[in-house]
């Protein structure tokens, strides 16, 4: 029995280390702020759960001011699972949603930009309407914005901020996924040594009927 515990320890184990970078886990990645013009840009927005387990509805809501502004307007929203283009004189047809999919527990607001064009250089807001729901029925709302500053380029120079954080998201999945691992090893060797004390205690029963009998 012991050894079979063994292999399904191994199983799991693999299937955990082989499992894609971004399965299973949110990590709050800072967007590019550098467009190319005439190029596709994704507008990074993600905002993670506290507690994973716990139920969300959440709807994103994104603002534009152009670099000749003074105040934000609506851009683009998303709820109930379907996303609408608000700013449709400058980004009709050009904006398409790259957030969370085929959920309303959105934690990924992203959004990608077509065709870049010079007007489009300017300061991007994102707001997350998450409300929490409990198994006791009760209800948390809560707020998280984010921030871009976009600026267009004619050609891409890709700057140090951008590598780093790049960098820092790998480094926490396989951290993360380090962590799962131990806890997994953890489990078992209490699993396997609550097994082996029954056992234990199951033999030393047997032996006391057989001492009581004779």
Same mark, same amino acid.
């Given at each position: 029995?012991?050894?079979?515990?063994?292999?399904?320890?191994?199983?799991? @184990?693999? @299937?955990?280390?082989?499992?894609?970078? $971004?399965?299973?886990? /949110?990590?709050?990645?800072?967007?590019?702020?550098?467009? @190319? #013009?005439?190029?596709?840009?994704?507008?990074? /927005?993600?905002?993670?759960?506290?507690?994973?387990?716990?139920?969300?509805?959440?709807?994103?809501?994104?603002?534009? %001011?152009?670099?000749?502004?003074? &105040?934000?307007?609506?851009? =683009?929203?998303?709820?109930?699972?379907?996303?609408?283009?608000?700013?449709?004189?400058?980004?009709?047809?050009?904006?398409?949603?790259?957030?969370?999919?085929?959920? &309303?527990?959105?934690?990924?607001?992203?959004?990608?930009?077509?065709?870049?064009? =010079?007007?489009?250089?300017? *300061?991007?807001? /994102?707001?997350?309407? !998450?409300?929490?729901?409990?198994?006791? $029925?009760?209800?948390? #709302?809560?707020?998280?914005? %984010?921030?871009?500053?976009?600026?267009? @380029?004619?050609?891409?120079?890709? $700057?140090?901020?951008?590598?780093?954080?790049?960098?820092?998201?790998?480094?926490?999945?396989?951290?993360?996924?380090?962590?799962?691992?131990?806890?997994? *090893?953890? /489990?078992?060797?209490?699993?396997?040594?609550?097994?082996?004390?029954?056992?234990?205690?199951?033999?030393? !029963?047997?032996?006391?009927? !057989?001492?009581?009998?004779?």
């Amino acid at each position: 029995m012991l050894s079979a515990e063994r292999r399904l320890l191994v199983l799991l @184990v693999l @299937v955990s280390l082989q499992a894609p970078p $971004g399965h299973g886990a /949110c990590v709050e990645v800072d967007s590019d702020t550098e467009a @190319v #013009i005439n190029d596709g840009f994704k507008l990074g /927005c993600i905002s993670c759960k506290m507690r994973g387990e716990v139920k969300a509805i959440a709807t994103v809501e994104w603002y534009f %001011k152009a670099s000749d502004e003074t &105040e934000f307007s609506p851009l =683009y929203e998303f709820k109930e699972k379907k996303g609408s283009i608000q700013d449709t004189l400058r980004f009709n047809g050009r904006l398409v949603w790259n957030g969370s999919k085929n959920t &309303e527990d959105l934690q990924d607001g992203s959004l990608f930009i077509l065709n870049v064009a =010079y007007n489009d250089t300017g *300061i991007y807001h /994102c707001v997350f309407s !998450r409300t929490l729901q409990y198994t006791n $029925g009760f209800e948390h #709302i809560t707020n998280a914005s %984010k921030t871009v500053s976009l600026k267009v @380029v004619p050609k891409r120079t890709r $700057g140090m901020a951008s590598i780093l954080s790049e960098v820092m998201m790998y480094v926490t999945i396989i951290g993360l996924q380090f962590w799962l691992l131990v806890e997994m *090893i953890y /489990c078992y060797r209490k699993i396997a040594a609550a097994g082996e004390e029954a056992l234990r205690e199951s033999a030393s !029963r047997r032996n006391s009927r !057989r001492f009581s009998v004779k």
